[in-house]
């Protein structure tokens, strides 16, 4: 632990996930949390006390008050980073931005040259990472004695719960924005590929009816640049009395082996007198600690390395632009019918 | 049972399927199996032997031989079913031709004119449909009282040793012609719905090195006519050491309703010294009666009953044609890297 | 089929069960339904149309009336087995009773001193034995290629929707009656043993609390007289959420094997808006023919080839006398808290 | 982290797990790792040199060279903890005992009079508490708001691998004193109850064809001080083609739920050319820092906070001493073949 500098960092946006990472700030030794952002007045003030530190309306003002700061974490909604971002990477903090990057092309590539011109470093929060079921997975691949990837499949689905109830703004999203980054990062990394190629379908009918015009169901099929193929499927409208919110499940076939990764189900069924559950860990509160634990919450801890100075392989601002680029192109296809190429 | 007539039914082919099919038209009280055709004559001679019939080298000498036939069972290879078909049609006896119907859009069509020049009936043997687990979703999808189908994901992969073990044939074959007429014919059941655009990729790498030039995995993204989406995924490369020879899950969901459809697993795991394997029930002979059972004889008894005037509801030739023809649009999507027309 | 003389049978007890087993007994071309007993007018006039056959108040006006019977199927509740069965087979007929024979000693000992006094055969009707993932696992184990049985676990649990909704009499059946004689039977005829003592452990305190004055839950361990174990665990206070309303998985362990033998769970695993189920298939009616099929039909088939002459290896009076002693001597320690010798 | 003492702690046997407890001591901030006690010279020299700490061939050498250590764990054998335990406790030092405390009741109580006579705390390890599918379970049990615990059934089974190939003293033990303290533990820590009678059954038979003369299989049922009934299956015969070296799964129900706890699969299934395995996540090497993770660090981290006088609410020695007396209680009932009571 010797050498440790302090990182000095700040949160914007401090809404569920935004809270979290503040907190994960303050029980890490080796950083400070500075500073929140966040429009809200009610939010801003709550969030301020609970946590004992100031809070901003937004990123200008912040900046103002704190010109000590080593990096930021952006937690706004995902169509909301590309202002937070650019602003805290010219002030030259270095950044962990939730995923996806961006959701346009546009805004991604505005934040990547904003990143890139100020000479800092971003991550991007692609937490599943951090899950040990597909760190192990991607060690054991790229140690290549089970060869080369030849297909993956990855069903990452979510109950209508998520887009009609849970998220105000699903509308303005989509399956493919809100789960294939996720599904697609994993793809990619596992394989240690980026896709070249691809084609989608849908279907929009079951959440239109409900008022949420938006996809009901996407499929998309990539082309990777080590020739294998990646079939990513994401629907919104699964049925709530599913045992656990999301429904995750990805295949790996190389040459001589398959994986089976099933990340919904925990190995802990419950059966109430109404419903059946999966006990959920991602994120938990350690007992007697009172210290959160789960996969955010390590991928934190290495934003904090990063910013005091390690050097860590972590999905970095381009990665983040080539999953926007791939999600957006994912959309592109729906649109024209046609396969579409996704530009490195 | 009164008022049943005899069905008299050849077999032509007497592999395993056909000597199989023989067997069920034996223990059928409705039907009698007049006689077999078998080109290999070891094969021919203790085939005869063993089901006390005569076997015949070719449908020419079966046809000049029986002049009172009903219906005949073509069980030939994948890519040997048009002669027959279309002699034994032209001869006025009605089919059952095991699926695919024809691994050529030209067969698959001219074995549909031969059939409907003469007015007969011909069933393709799409056992699935007689595999309960699809029945009852289909029986419950068909009242609508779950809605309509939105999308349906199948993987249905075979282990390697089924391309370069147990088909002598395969480099002549595909996961795509020989695992999606299955996977295919029951998303269409299902929905009740026919493709009419497919996009598919696929992999190389695997078999051809293994010296069996064909593809290791083929995805397939299909627009229904009800505008729902079926992604069809088939691989031939599993290991072997999977717990049973085929990986056989499918997911039809709807506007309200999710259904999990496992084949693969029957319940019972057995763990021996040296590998884990599930027990398999498809075909078995029960114990006290020495009588076939499993969904294929309840095809061949369904058979039975259509060459005995019943109407029933079974996959047609027209069928068979559209399944031919949507396998043969993936394979010109493989080529052509576009999404193709699949026309009805 | 020829020299298959007819077998003519009646049935005592119209319930689900009685009504069910009249319905197997009209399909099976080598039977003849001659009537029906049922003590409850309206269910006896309404089944007795539905069938299309005479029924009768008491098995004395069956025999008065028909003097040519050859068998009776005994599907009165439980715990009135005694007076059918023993007046059926004074009257010289071949029995097939439901399981258990009898819930006490001394009926079992009274229907076995009839059936052995008249010269008939009786059938206790554990039909799980038509189950083919347990038949399989049997002729397996049977062949001893796997070694001998060490131990085997098996867990039967309900829901609670059994005892305090389905079973208007559960507070004069437990657990263990109710699903013991089951997991028991198999336990024994896998293993090719028979129980000499058990031990037995249960809670009181739930199903009182909701007026069904048993036992919540029973465990019991048998020593073979293989020097075998087998452990029994049978609950009825499952929550109603579960998938299916048993639930049901034995576990053989041999010197080089384990079978986990799971029978709720079907492959077809369905979400609705509100719950999540199994589909089951137990006993189901074949679309076309309209015919029944499932576990307990081949049982009732199997019966009618006893009656008509064959020799076939079924559970006979002497084993569900077996069965009997045992759970009584299961209730017996539950009392004394001592373990207690089963005799043969 | 501020006002935290350093614990000063050995290690007592560096078989696995002793330097498993050795590195975890030594990655821990709040402790520092002194010496190591190992009295094979070859393995203590090696150790030494890995840790670079002391280490000596006794315990009286330990402390004859420290007099400053506040805590020791204990990792020798089994059925060796008894000197060790009481001569560190004698010095004032605070335990970490291995589970089980000891594998006899007199050595258990030898350890229990040596703890308390020094005014030390002892903590034994059971480790399963820190896995949090148990101790989510068991916070919400604690609750009650989902009844009180009527009945749990826990089978925890190894592969013949372990008694065969990977324990030398698989003769001096059992699957009851490997495998049944764990489960015993966490039924107690679950339902809040200790074990009062138990009676055993068990199958030698196997293992002793092996040359390992002890039982194959165990099962114990419990009556707890809460009147609930906990069952217990141990089996050390099953077959080496399982998925994973043990085979975990453990059932609570109470008034209204039921827990369904599965250890053993991992949510990973790795197939390869030859066999199928579920990864296992217990112990690994997080791969950025270095660190070990899972829950004997954690198990070690809450043991550190103990020594630096944290009120943590650990498995003590009275705790470890029921267990040892339960489990020579289901060996002695496996001799007399009646129930034993097990004193408080």
Chains 1, 2, 3, 4 share one sequence.
């Not at 990182?7 to 080796?30: H, T, Y």
């Not at 719960?161 to 996720?182: N, R």
């Not at 999966?278 to 509160?285: A, M």
Request: hydrophobic residues 45%; charged residues 20%.
């Amino acid at each position: 632990m010797a050498g440790r500098v302090g990182a000095r960092v700040a949160v914007v946006g401090a809404g569920i996930r935004g809270s979290m990472f503040a907190r994960a700030l303050q029980q890490n030794p080796a950083a400070e949390l500075v500073a929140l952002v966040e429009p809200s007045e009610p939010t801003r003030d709550r969030v301020a006390q609970e946590l004992g530190v100031p809070a901003y309306a937004d990123v200008a003002e912040l900046l103002e008050h704190h010109d000590d700061l080593t990096g930021a974490v952006i937690a706004t909604p995902d169509f909301a980073h590309r202002d937070a971002a650019v602003r805290c990477a010219a002030a030259g903090l270095d950044l962990l931005v939730e995923k996806p990057l961006a959701t346009t092309t546009e805004d991604a590539e505005a934040i990547t040259a904003a990143v890139e011109e100020a000479g800092v470093r971003a991550v991007v929060g692609f937490e599943n990472r951090w899950n040990e079921k597909f760190s192990e997975v991607r060690r054991q691949l790229a140690s290549k004695e089970h060869g080369r990837v030849v297909h993956q499949v990855s069903n990452l689905n979510d109950t209508v719960f998520v887009p009609t109830e849970m998220l105000s703004w699903a509308a303005d999203s989509s399956p493919a924005w809100f789960l294939m980054p996720h599904s697609l990062d994993l793809s990619m990394w596992l394989a240690d590929a980026v896709p070249v190629e691809v084609f989608a379908r849908g279907v929009q009918r079951v959440l239109p009816a409900l008022g949420v015009p938006t996809w009901d169901a996407v499929t998309a099929s990539f082309r990777m640049s080590d020739d294998s193929v990646v079939v990513l499927n994401s629907s919104w409208v699964l049925p709530t009395s599913m045992p656990s919110v999301f429904d995750f499940r990805h295949e790996v076939h190389t040459d001589t082996t398959t994986y089976q990764i099933e990340i919904s189900p925990s190995g802990v069924t419950r059966y109430d007198a109404d419903r059946g559950s999966w006990l959920q860990f991602g994120v938990h509160t350690h007992e007697r600690t009172g210290r959160l634990r789960g996969v955010p919450i390590d991928m934190v801890d290495d934003f904090v390395e990063l910013l005091n100075g390690a050097e860590i392989d972590l999905p970095d601002v381009r990665h983040g632009l080539t999953v926007t680029r791939s999600i957006e192109a994912v959309h592109a296809s729906l649109a024209s019918g046609q396969p579409e190429t996704i530009t490195a």
